[in-house]
């Protein structure tokens, strides 16, 4: 059973900065790509950034060149750096694991999904 449970969030001023981390359990922590996602109220789930197990590293349109992901395979942990935050950042932020190695941005491509951490970015 994989369980991740992600934690970080909170809020914060436009320009501000936040890191999320995902701490996942599981023998084969490292092997699968890793994807964070977000959601607004009445909006869709939106793709914020991914990484592979390879390294490679894929991100939305919208936070390019402001948002980081990494991952410590030792800590079983995936982490999102924010930077320049937007109200148009403000959502549910969730963490997931992708069927393979490899990432998507298509949210069906990841099986395993935690609960979620709110971000709020005030004007």
């Known amino acids: 059973q994989v369980h991740l449970v992600e934690s970080g969030g909170g809020l914060v001023p436009t320009g501000g900065s936040l890191r999320l981390s995902c701490v996942g359990s599981g023998p084969t922590f490292g092997i699968y790509g890793m994807g964070w996602f977000r959601q607004a109220p009445g909006q869709e789930r939106e793709f914020v950034a991914a990484?592979?197990?390879?390294?490679?590293?894929d991100y939305g349109d919208s936070v390019k060149g402001r948002f980081t992901i990494s991952i410590d395979n030792a800590k079983a942990t995936v982490y999102l750096q924010m930077n320049s935050l937007k109200p148009e950042d403000t959502a549910v932020y969730y963490c997931a694991r992708s069927v393979s190695t490899y990432i998507s941005r298509m949210g069906s491509h990841y099986t395993y999904w935690g609960q979620g951490t709110q971000v709020t970015v005030s004007s």
């Open positions: 990484i592979a197990s390879s390294g490679v590293t």
